[in-house]
Antibody
């Protein structure tokens, strides 16, 4: 069955960097667009970033634009989120999510279990 | 930026029909989807492309989208349906989520 496993979360000081990884299995990874969605404690879902199946296009939410970078390695079935200049308000569970949609409205068929990022001094 | 608005909470009695709305400017001109999230769990897709159900989602879940409002309807609501529900759309290369609705079955 399909599995998305996030890793790389933890406690980090404000202004520092962190890289999240999401390893996929059970699906043809190179056919799926991949996204990161986060959820602050007790809050709703917030889309963070997305990348096309082939890595040619990347999209970012306004709150992370210029600070976060999404990338993927189809040879390793893995998507990454490089997070720089972290702020307290970035504290959240970060989920990776997969979509088969290549044009138009993506919907996320598969989600990982999430990894917690805590930004605190 | 595009916004989707959901009621914070909806209550329903077991066996009755629950309707959760999602409002956005001309939302009916684009596709909407819905996710269910139970405490401590990851979201699960329950409706996509306005009204389609993924494999494994019970038939009691249905969706519609017209004008400025998308609606998730749960017929014959069961206790296991108690959860947070989020709508989602796409605008200007951005994924947009609604604020979420807590469905209480009592």
């Amino acid at each position: 069955q399909v599995q998305l496993v996030e890793s790389g979360g933890g406690v980090v000081q404000p202004g520092r960097s962190l890289r999240l990884s999401c390893a996929a299995s059970g699906l043809t990874f190179s056919s799926y667009g991949m996204h990161w969605v986060r959820q602050a404690p007790g809050k709703g879902l917030e889309w963070v970033a997305g990348i096309w199946y082939d890595g040619t296009n990347k999209y970012y939410g306004d709150s992370v634009k210029g600070r976060f970078t999404i990338s993927r390695d189809n040879s390793k079935n893995t998507v990454y989120l490089q997070m720089n200049s972290l702020r307290a308000e970035d504290t959240a569970v970060f989920y990776c999510a997969a979509t088969t949609v290549t044009t138009g409205t993506p919907y996320f068929d598969y989600w990982g279990q999430g990894t917690l990022v805590t930004v605190s001094s | 930026s595009y916004e989707l608005t959901q009621p914070p909470s909806v209550s329903v009695s077991p066996g009755q029909t629950a309707s959760i709305t999602c409002s956005g400017d001309k939302l009916g001109d684009r596709y909407a989807c819905w996710y269910q999230q139970k405490p401590g769990q990851s979201p699960v897709l329950v409706i996509y492309l306005d009204r389609k159900r993924p494999s494994g989602i019970p038939e009691r879940f249905s969706g519609s989208n017209s004008g400025n409002t998308a609606t998730l309807t749960i017929s014959g609501t069961q206790a296991m349906d108690e959860a947070d529900y989020y709508c989602q759309a796409w605008d200007s290369s951005t994924v947009v989520f609604g604020g979420g609705t807590k469905l209480t079955v009592l």
